[in-house]
């Protein structure tokens, strides 16, 4: 029983975030003309997956104890690159997806070594590492355009069976075997394989440990022998890496590439809401990326209600920040009650 409790008081801020998503959502698809079909399912899942995955990008620095204020630019840039890149042949095509991966990565590493070896405050860093990503996407593109491959838009952001249908594999999608899978929206398949091949390696890993140990506590984590520099470098990379992958996604979903500064600037503030509601510290060390892909689901249904419930755009923003607040505190409210950091890791 005490096992079980503390294995409750330590993953409180998820179920929580679980909670306030299956809420908003069935609420949403209950009231929702067409219910629980597989079309609104592939809606949900592709108009979450920009935010999930800056959220998981806002996650890894907050748990090395820092903030990443470029997220959002870094997944404009990326988004302004593919505009360009992910088109023509196949090969140019797979050339093009891995040089906008690696445009977002690089950008990470080049956060991660001005923090750690500029010495400065990463929410000081990041702020001006996300000007210059910026500027660089507005040079790309001073006006929203360009051109992505309609075959791959349509097959990635559509379920397996179109995904398949659309490059004639197992028999265009009609095996027997992948009928059971067949329904599942390629978004949702895309951040599984994220997660299982890229976040949890790493979480697993003496690097992700080291992370986890900066957050919880820098000096102890130096005593102990964890790569300081390493650990950071490393959260700051992946973070780029993670939000590369949503502004590549969001290219395949608009077939463009827009450097729009306010937008940027939006998905890097519901990062941090993300983080929060799912139960991430932002004193670092505790919570993880799947926690924030949660919270960003709950942001991202809460949007989904304003359809539902037929709110004026123009006050869409008070609700949502009404909402956004409530969810926030809810998220926030264990750490009123703790007495020491070390009480976070339960």
Not at 91 to 100: D, F, R, T
Not at 139 to 150: L, M, S
Not at 180 to 189: G, K, S, T, Y
Request: charged share 10%; with cysteine; hydrophobic share 55%.
């Amino acid at each position: 029983m005490t096992d079980l409790r503390l294995r409750l008081g330590q993953n409180l801020g998820l179920l929580l975030a679980i909670g306030l998503f299956l809420l908003f959502w069935l609420v949403y698809n209950g009231l929702h003309p067409k219910g629980f079909s597989t079309a609104v399912l592939i809606q949900n899942a592709n108009e979450s997956f920009v935010i999930g995955a800056v959220a998981m990008a806002q996650t890894v620095p907050v748990l090395a104890g820092g903030l990443d204020l470029s997220v959002g630019a870094v997944m404009t840039l990326v988004n302004c690159l593919a505009s360009i890149l992910v088109n023509g042949s196949p090969l140019q095509m797979l050339l093009g997806i891995v040089a906008c991966l690696a445009a977002g990565t690089l950008a990470g590493w080049v956060n991660g070594v001005v923090v750690v070896y500029g010495r400065i405050q990463p929410i000081i860093a990041t702020l001006a590492t996300g000007a210059v990503y910026i500027g660089i996407a507005l040079f790309i593109r001073p006006t929203p355009g360009g051109n992505v491959d309609g075959d791959l838009s349509w097959a990635l952001t559509n379920d397996i069976y179109e995904f398949c249908a659309t490059y004639g594999l197992f028999d265009d999608g009609e095996a027997a075997w992948l009928q059971p899978v067949a329904w599942i929206p390629m978004p949702m398949a895309i951040m599984l394989a994220v997660i299982f091949l890229v976040w949890i390696p790493f979480r697993d890993s003496v690097t992700g440990r080291g992370v986890y140990a900066i957050g919880s506590s820098e000096g102890a984590a130096y005593m102990s022998g964890v790569r300081i520099e390493r650990c950071k470098i490393a959260a700051f990379t992946l973070a780029g890496f993670f939000a590369g992958l949503g502004g590549l996604y969001l290219a395949l979903q608009t077939s463009s590439g827009n450097a729009d500064v306010p937008q940027a600037g939006a998905y890097t503030l519901n990062s941090i809401a993300a983080v929060v509601i799912g139960g991430t510290s932002l004193m670092g060390g505790s919570g993880g990326a799947i926690c924030s892909l949660i919270g960003a689901m709950v942001i991202r249904a809460i949007s989904f209600n304003f359809r539902i419930f037929d709110i004026a755009p123009l006050l869409q923003p008070l609700f949502e920040g009404i909402v956004l607040l409530g969810a926030v505190s809810i998220g926030a409210a264990r750490v009123f009650r703790i007495k020491n950091r070390l009480d976070l890791l339960g």
